[in-house]
């Protein structure tokens, strides 16, 4: 028997293959998100210093840089999503925005090297950048941020695709899985915050790009190791367009009166399905797209004239996501702070530890530290403890987990106002003795905490809720709250310049120039504070209103269906010329 021969001998009935999969096959993508992250997090957190000290920035003009690479970074991921949902498989998707994260790399390694590709010293503007340096600065940031968003966009889809959600065993494994990449992404953080931010910051940007450039390079390629061991999802037709014709069918029956009773919507018999998981269950939420399900006598099952009730399900289950989507963008603001202005917090703080210098990029070591230990701990007795009360694979639900994370993020945002005014405060008194750097641990290992729950409750809330075909592109929309809270955060620096500068005394805004002693970065961390506190209460109803999809489909309820629209006459949709053929051919028999 040849291996392709045991491989479809041990395909299970839901269509995953028993010899493949597993942690087994996610320990390569594991060994990446270890690898790729030393790099991408150290960058993270040092790059603001690069833009001030090296390109020339000043202070609002490097954390608007910063926000905005991460910002595109993270948008960047819904390209990633899209394609490997629909063009490429997610492996294949991985490791070409891989290439080009690595490029990006290289370049930003070259300009680094290169005196002569600096701009000039201070010319006194936000930016110093000009002609072709300007042209080589923002190329490396834009291949950067499209490569490491396209992976962020397929990989973790990649590896939850190992595991079947219809094995109760499994199901338990795919809970688990979520907490072992964050594990793995904390793991290459420690070493990335500490090691290459040291090389970076103290040595030479040069050595600690090129680290960077390495690892990631190393992790890519044993990705590609592990192909043989992956379970591949087979892609189907673009989310986008069935998205589309919903909406499309939807607003051209807008005239037609929706059918009290739901059954009378059009459905796929189940004769014709490949696996019942495709198949969801009609709910009352957004009835006005029931329109695109709608069956009148005149109407052919085609595409763009009738959808079925699980692909306008689809939709709604996307719609329901929305408000949780956009109550977690202010949380991702914080987060920005704490990679900008925290960073140049700790510049103007005492960074020794004994004889030891610590650069101020590394105190993110301490959160990281914290997340390494409680991950495990978390993994191994809470969720074992929680999902024997309430009976849920992950132990508590992800909504649960994402709201505890939200309420540690405010908490965290009033730490830092209250630390920045004792920092300041000293500076002023004595610049010669600032307090110490490790003050602000208090506002990182709050935040860590916050997003060791909020993260991987959004990556297997948007994977476990997802159709089917959309997974990569609904898991992408947690990076999309990344992004948004990014690029918030820029719109936030500005404006909150632009009217502080109005009505303070000074006729300055809270953030300007580059001596952070002069600035009120406490009032704009209490300012996050509040609107966090604000949106805190609207997630709350956001996730009391949302509605959870069935895991699975009950037998009674599948073959009710299976007996109900077989007795429709217009109950299949033709979508191949196939199909078609084989139906005329069975009418024929009939016949005869």
């Known amino acids: 028997m040849t291996m392709e021969e045991e491989d479809q001998a041990t395909t299970n009935i839901g269509g995953y293959n028993e010899r493949k999969g597993g942690f087994r096959a996610c320990m390569f993508v594991f060994v990446l998100q270890f690898l790729e992250n030393m790099g991408f997090v150290a960058n993270m957190v040092s790059l603001v210093l690069y833009f001030t000290k090296v390109m020339h920035f000043n202070l609002a003009g490097a954390a608007n840089t910063l926000t905005n690479l991460m910002g595109s970074a993270f948008l960047l991921s819904l390209v990633g999503g899209f394609i490997s949902d629909t063009y490429l498989t997610r492996l294949h998707t991985a490791l070409v925005f891989g290439s080009i994260e690595i490029m990006g790399l290289v370049l930003l390694t070259v300009q680094a090297h290169e005196k002569n590709l600096h701009p000039i010293l201070f010319c006194g503007k936000e930016s110093c950048l000009e002609g072709g340096i300007a042209v080589m600065f923002y190329t490396s940031l834009s291949l950067l941020a499209l490569g490491s968003g396209g992976v962020r966009g397929s990989l973790p889809p990649l590896g939850a695709d190992q595991f079947d959600q219809k094995n109760p065993k499994e199901a338990n494994a795919l809970a688990s899985f979520f907490n072992y990449m964050l594990l793995s992404v904390t793991l290459g953080a420690v070493i990335g915050v500490t090691v290459i931010v040291y090389v970076s910051t103290v040595k030479s940007w040069f050595w600690g790009f090129f680290i960077s450039t390495v690892t990631a390079s190393l992790g890519f390629i044993v990705l590609a190791i ?59 939420q957004f009835r006005w797209l029931d329109r695109a399900a709608i069956v009148s006598k005149d109407t052919e099952p085609e595409q763009w004239k009738i959808c079925t009730v699980t692909q306008v399900e689809e939709v709604k289950i996307l719609a329901r996501m929305l408000p949780i989507l956009g109550s977690t963008v202010i949380m991702n603001t914080c987060m920005a702070q704490l990679q900008t202005f925290s960073i140049e917090q700790g510049n103007a703080m005492d960074p020794k530890l004994g004889s030891f210098k610590v650069p101020a990029a590394s105190i993110p070591v301490i959160p990281l530290a914290f997340m390494s230990i409680l991950l495990p701990l978390y993994e191994m007795f809470f969720v074992p403890f929680a999902r024997k009360i309430t009976k849920n694979p992950s132990g508590i639900t992800q909504l649960q987990r994402v709201g505890v994370g939200l309420v540690l993020s405010a908490i965290s945002m009033a730490v830092a106002g209250f630390i920045e005014v004792k920092r300041r405060n000293q500076s002023n008194k004595n610049l010669l003795k600032p307090i110490s750097l490790f003050w602000l641990s208090f506002q990182y290992g709050i935040f860590g905490i916050a997003d060791m729950f909020t993260l991987v409750g959004l990556l297997e809330f948007f994977y476990k809720e997802a159709p089917l075909g959309m997974r990569s592109l609904s898991t992408s929309f947690t990076w ?100 078609k053929v084989q139906e005329s051919t069975t009418e024929d028999q009939k016949t005869t």
């Open 226 to 284: 592990g192909k043989p061991f992956y379970r591949i999802q087979p892609l189907s037709r673009s989310p986008l367009v069935r998205i589309a014709q919903v909406i499309v069918v939807a607003f051209n029956n807008r005239k037609i009166s929706i059918p009290e009773n739901p059954e009378e919507l059009y459905e796929i018999n189940e004769t014709y399905r490949v696996s019942p998981e495709e198949r969801i269950l009609h709910t009352n």
């Open 480 to 579: 999309l709250s990344l992004s948004f809270g990014y690029f918030l955060s820029t719109a936030l620096v500005s404006i909150i310049n632009s009217v502080t500068k109005r009505v303070a005394p000074s006729k300055q805004g809270w953030i300007h120039g580059l001596d952070i002693n002069k600035n009120n970065v406490n009032l704009f961390y209490w300012f996050l504070a509040i609107i966090s506190v604000l949106n805190f209460f609207v997630y709350l109803y956001s996730a009391n209103w949302y509605k959870y999809k069935p895991e699975n489909i009950p037998d009674d309820i599948a073959a009710a269906s299976k007996s109900s629209y077989s007795e429709q006459p217009k109950s299949v949709i033709l979508e191949s010329k196939e199909e």
